[in-house]
């Protein structure tokens, strides 16, 4: 049973890495971050339940926190972008660039 | 030495630095008349400081007692302390550096109290006090060199003060390099000591110096003795002395005269022992000193300015003290420094005293018949003028006739013939310096007066400092007497006290914190007759410059000079030797310097190094300006590529 | 319900959910897709006996983060189109779906037998783990969180 959640993680975690890269929307490119790392913790539990270790459950209640850090702080930097630089596609913020 | 008394001394030591940040931090904002009364005071209570610790620890500093401050370097079991050496001698020149520092800050609140610059001013001065003491209190001579840096650093800063002019600004740079190479050597100096003894002390490298084999021994004091060439002003590195006079007045006074030249004559003192491990040192400072005594008394003789005169008077002085060093005689050598400190610094702030009246005039051919408007200043120069001539009874007769007596019977083996040169130039330069000082003193202040400006005596606070120290040095020559001068005082004492038996004083003091050879056996018919031929000397000096120069335009000398004009125009050029330095050193210094910047610089450097790495930068920023392309995707698909790759050499294989 | 029927329940209904938040053109859908998924990852928690997680799970994604997304959204949406997060039938389906797997996972944790062939994860023991072992961590953990409440606000507040 443990190849079948070790398979869904893997891939689950591949459409959130193409989300993060196909996408221009930057809000979505966040999503899928989101996604990987949701996928990380399926993995985690995964072997914490099958092993009988609780460090992987902790750890994936540490994944959560840090999601939820890692978003309000995205989407805030987001927001301000939005505000600089009227749009949210990755592609028109590349003012480093020029 | 109590802990009080300790901590004291450390309050002493740190008073001038608190004054020069007190003034340094405040430049903007301190008013002017505040300043100088700070610094003034900070030096005051410093010297009152030292003072008290000298009464009170009394016979307790007849060893030396070391006040540890704070650890300062520890290299394996090597290690110098921030700590200070109290004894007599440290003490004496302690006192004697804040006590003329501190009528010098005082006569410079009336010198200098209309310059922009003036809080600056106190506040290098104070710094420098400051860097003098460390110096001179350092246990170590490590600490010593630093405050060996600190006094050559504020020199700098001071002969460069009113820096906007080219030629002032020009005048510290010399200063500072010169200074360089003398402590190159002294730098030197100290390693090897460190290599040698493993220890930074005084005490124990005078306590332990007997080991040193003579060669070594040679190299270090010789290395030692360079450095304090070039502090100290002496052949070959005295050449900035001369032009230092850029300065203020007062800095001159305490800085080329009083106190920082002196430092040598002190460091050699305080390793006495170790100097006396080798002759051959000795032979050389002895003929060093009474040659640069020599050399730049004859120079004196016709210069025209008023402070180069004595700038060229203090190089021939400090001449004096170096050969009593070089005789072993380092009471007679620290009694002339002190004697020389007041009368120097004196002549100093007089002359800046006369320069003042003047409004910043120094050329002596436009002066003249002063003594009718200068009458304070001029009494006081020609007191001071006077003493050094070597005329009794004032100070430097007894300092100068004691370096005589002692270079005399001094007995060399290294080297026999060199006490009695050295002798014969000493003689000569008392001559001479009695020469110049009345060519200077009738020039200055009798006949008739040639300048526009008119002249005005200088404010009080000026002038109260200045008598202070004419008493000093009028008065401070018996303390220090030898022994056949004590012998002819004895005989009318005797009419009225039985049993009087005079004796050095100073000597006695400072016994116990030098090195001495035990009693050389004395004749005192010699010595009597030694003195006889000085004070005749200088007689002759002082009368013949006064018959030459009393008149003013002299026939006699227009004639002398017009006769041996190449003879005074050697005098009057300073023998060449700046334009031989110029030739010699500075000029293929300058050639190898452009070499070596067109070789290394321009083409190792820069076209090499730099024209390759611009090169390796160029193309290694090509290649990557690919990968920083500003796109989110690419980016991470970049980053995904790397991932794969490290997954791949970590489990993939 | 047997496990494994709920974890190929949930894998399907979290790969959906992937699916959906990747290829919406819509930028709501994606967010809708995304809490599918997150709700589905309850599931499989649930799936793998361990309930708090699944629990926390839909407290902390569905809840918290899935609504940041959609406040955000509001915030900068940049052509005006969407008025409400729920427009047009595909996206209400969505969250229609959404909203009954959620209730469904939770009567499934309230109702756990723990009949899986792994054993039932201990919760007393997780929260044991947190205040003695992994103490260190949770204190960091909250300095993180604050720290990033901190910065949040100071990013994006308005330049005034």
């Known amino acids: ?98 | 030495m109590t802990d009080k008394l300790s901590s004291l001394l450390v309050i002493a030591v740190l008073l001038p630095f608190a004054g020069a940040l007190t003034n340094g931090l405040l430049v903007r904002y301190m008013p002017r008349k505040i300043s100088g009364i700070i610094a003034s005071c900070t030096i005051t209570f410093s010297f009152l400081l030292f003072a008290v610790v000298y009464i009170a620890a009394g016979n307790a500093i007849r060893i030396p007692y070391v006040v540890q401050v704070a650890p300062w370097l520890f290299l394996g079991d090597f290690n110098a302390g921030i700590s200070f050496i109290a004894d007599r001698l440290s003490l004496i020149m302690a006192l004697m550096v804040t006590g003329v520092s501190a009528l010098i800050h005082f006569y410079s609140i009336g010198y200098m109290g209309g310059d922009r610059g003036v809080n600056r001013y106190f506040s290098y001065l104070n710094l420098f006090v400051g860097f003098m003491l460390i110096l001179v209190m350092a246990e170590n001579i490590v600490l010593m060199f630093v405050g060996w840096e600190g006094v050559g650093l504020c020199s700098y800063l001071l002969i460069g003060f009113w820096f906007s002019e080219e030629e002032k600004a020009n005048a510290g740079r010399k200063a500072f390099i010169v200074n360089r190479i003398g402590d190159l050597a002294f730098i030197i100096g100290i390693f090897l000591i460190l290599g040698y003894f493993n220890s930074a002390s005084f005490i124990s490298i005078n306590a332990n110096s007997y080991k040193i084999p003579e060669m070594t021994a040679f190299a270090v004091t010789l290395l030692l003795f360079i450095g304090a060439t070039g502090k100290s002003a002496q052949i070959p590195l005295y050449v900035w002395l001369p032009d230092a006079m850029a300065g203020p007045t007062p800095v001159s006074a305490l800085i080329h005269a009083a106190t920082m030249v002196t430092a040598g004559v002190y460091m050699i003192t305080r390793l006495g022992s170790l100097f006396m491990m080798s002759d051959m040192t000795l032979a050389v400072i002895m003929l060093t000193g009474s040659f640069t005594a020599l050399f730049s008394a004859t120079i004196a003789t016709t210069q025209n300015d008023i402070k180069k005169i004595l700038a060229y008077s203090t190089i021939s002085q400090l001449g004096f003290m170096f050969a009593a060093a070089g005789a072993f005689a380092f009471s007679a050598a620290m009694f002339h420094l002190i004697t020389h400190a007041f009368f120097k610094a004196a002549l100093f702030l007089l002359a800046g005293s006369v320069i003042h009246a003047l409004s910043g005039e120094q050329d002596i051919n436009r002066m003249g018949g002063l003594e009718r408007h200068l009458p304070h200043t001029s009494l006081m120069f020609w007191l001071a003028s006077l003493t050094i001539a070597g005329i009794p009874p004032f100070s430097a007769f007894f300092s100068k006739d004691e370096i005589l007596y002692k270079v005399f019977i001094n007995e060399n083996p290294a080297a026999h013939f060199a006490p009695k040169i050295a002798y014969i130039m000493l003689l000569l330069t008392s001559f001479m310096t009695a020469f110049y000082i009345a060519r200077l003193y009738f020039k200055v202040f009798s006949g008739d007066y040639k300048g526009e400006k008119h002249p005005h005596e200088s404010p009080r606070i000026m002038i109260v400092p200045l008598y202070i120290l004419t008493i000093l040095f009028a008065i401070s020559g018996p303390f220090g007497m030898g022994g056949g001068i004590a012998h002819i005082m004895e005989m009318p004492a005797k009419i009225f006290i039985k049993n009087i038996h005079l004796t050095n004083t100073f000597q006695r003091i400072l016994e116990p914190s030098i090195a001495s050879f035990g009693s050389v056996s004395s004749d005192v018919s010699t010595e009597i007759l030694l003195i006889f031929v000085s004070v005749a000397v200088a007689f002759a000096g002082w009368f013949s410059g006064r018959y030459l120069y009393y008149q003013q335009i002299s026939p006699v000398v227009e004639s002398f000079n017009r006769k041996f004009y190449p003879l005074h125009n050697l005098l009057y050029k300073k023998y060449y030797i700046d334009e031989i330095y110029e030739f010699l050193i500075v000029r293929p210094y300058i050639y190898i310097s452009k070499g070596l910047y067109g070789l290394i610089d321009r083409f190792i450097i820069e076209f090499v190094f730099i024209g390759l790495l611009v090169k390796i930068v160029y193309v290694t920023g090509f290649v990557l300006r690919v990968f920083q392309n500003g796109y989110l995707y690419k980016i991470i698909c970049i980053g995904i590529t790397g991932l794969g790759i490290i997954l791949y050499f970590m489990v993939g294989r | 319900m047997s496990s494994a029927l709920l974890f190929y329940m949930s894998a399907v209904l979290a790969l959906s959910g992937g699916f959906i938040m990747l290829f919406s053109k819509n930028t709501v859908g994606s967010a809708m897709g995304l809490l599918l998924a997150f709700v589905a990852t309850a599931g499989i928690y649930l799936s793998l006996s361990s309930p708090f997680l699944a629990l926390a799970q839909i407290f902390l994604y569905s809840g918290a983060v899935a609504v940041l997304i959609v406040f955000a959204i509001m915030m900068i949406d940049e052509q005006k189109k969407y008025e409400l997060p729920v427009h047009g039938l595909f996206t209400k389906s969505l969250a229609v779906i959404s909203v009954l797997y959620t209730i469904y996972i939770l009567i499934r944790i309230v109702r756990f037998s723990g009949s899986s062939r792994v054993a039932l994860s201990d919760t007393s023991e997780l929260g044991r783990l947190m205040v003695s072992d992994y103490l260190l961590h949770i204190e960091a953990l909250s300095v993180i969180l604050i720290v990033s409440i901190m910065s949040a606000i100071l990013v994006a507040k308005r330049k005034s």
């Open chain 1, 1 to 98: 049973m443990i190849y079948q959640y070790i398979v869904l993680s893997l891939i689950l975690f591949f459409i959130g890495l193409i989300t993060v890269i196909v996408r221009r929307n930057l809000i979505v490119v966040l999503m899928g971050i989101e996604f990987m790392l949701n996928a990380a913790g399926i993995m985690f539990v995964t072997y914490s339940r099958f092993y009988n270790n609780y460090s992987g459950e902790f750890i994936t209640l540490v994944i959560m926190l840090i999601a939820a850090c890692e978003m309000a702080i995205g989407l805030s930097v987001v927001v301000a972008m939005f505000r600089i630089f009227g749009s949210v596609k990755s592609n028109d913020i590349r003012e480093l660039r020029n």
